[in-house]
């Protein structure tokens, strides 16, 4: 079982439609928690860091259940741009970051 | 914001050369830099920490004396792909963070085509 799963790609959405990622999380010493952004050649960026107590940034909403080891993605309104790969990281407390593979969203006209 | 600057953005060589790239914190001191590799449609796979003034740590299954990383000042992480083959062609991808817990920035990544 790898330390990070996401949900499985692609997914194809309308623009305006509302998408959720899921990504579950083995290690339970796991203390920090991010969702990147990543285009096609480039390099990730950092979307946001998710919180215990979820957070919101604009169309976009994190969530972590400590519990269940999971965290969620929440994308509302989806726009043409938002068309990428969503990195899921979660850190240890020593700084190693495992990356799942990422779910890949386009959003269609 | 924390920028981290990665050089060269694209290089292809023969087989059997070695290739550097250089990794730097722009306006903050990284004393840990990571080094990731990515292939086509794969996830960023973390090869080795590297520690200001120490010796790197290597991943399992990543070849150490291939692979040199040199981590001599707070702001230059170098990684040498040594003697490069084909199989060596990848997305290498370096990282650090200026604070603790907030997330990582990543450098613009070197695309790496050995021929």
């Known amino acids: 079982r790898k330390e990070v799963e996401q949900d499985p790609g692609p997914f194809n959405v309308p623009e305006g439609a509302t998408v959720a990622f899921n990504c579950t999380y083995s290690?339970?010493?796991?203390?920090?928690f991010f969702w990147y952004r990543q285009d096609c050649r480039k390099e990730p960026k950092l979307l946001m860091s998710?919180?215990?107590s979820g957070n919101e940034d604009g169309r976009f909403t994190a969530q972590l259940n400590r519990a269940s080891q999971y965290i969620s993605l929440l994308i509302r309104d989806s726009k043409l741009s938002d068309s990428a790969t969503y990195l899921c990281?979660?850190?240890?407390?020593?700084?190693?970051?495992?990356f799942g593979d990422g779910t890949t969203l386009t959003v269609k006209p | 914001g924390a920028v981290v600057s990665q050089h060269p953005s694209r290089v292809i060589c023969k087989s059997g050369t070695s290739v550097k790239i250089e990794c730097r914190s722009l306006?903050?001191?990284?004393?840990?830099m990571f080094w990731y590799r990515q292939f086509p449609k794969q996830s960023l796979m973390l090869m080795a920490t590297?520690?200001?003034?120490?010796?790197?740590?290597?991943e399992q299954g990543v070849e150490k004396d291939k692979f040199l990383i040199n981590h001599a000042s707070l702001t230059l992480s170098t990684l040498t792909v040594t003697s490069a083959h084909p199989e060596d062609s990848s997305f290498y991808i370096c990282?650090?963070?200026?604070?603790?817990?907030?997330?990582?920035?990543f450098g613009s990544g070197t695309r790496l085509t050995v021929v």
């Open positions: 990282s650090a963070s200026a604070l603790r817990n907030r997330g990582y920035t």
């Open positions: 290690n339970s010493a796991s203390q920090s």
């Open positions: 998710v919180y215990s």
């Open positions: 990281v979660v850190n240890t407390n020593a700084g190693k970051s495992t």
């Open positions: 306006d903050f001191q990284a004393t840990t």
């Open positions: 590297s520690n200001e003034g120490s010796k790197a740590t290597y």
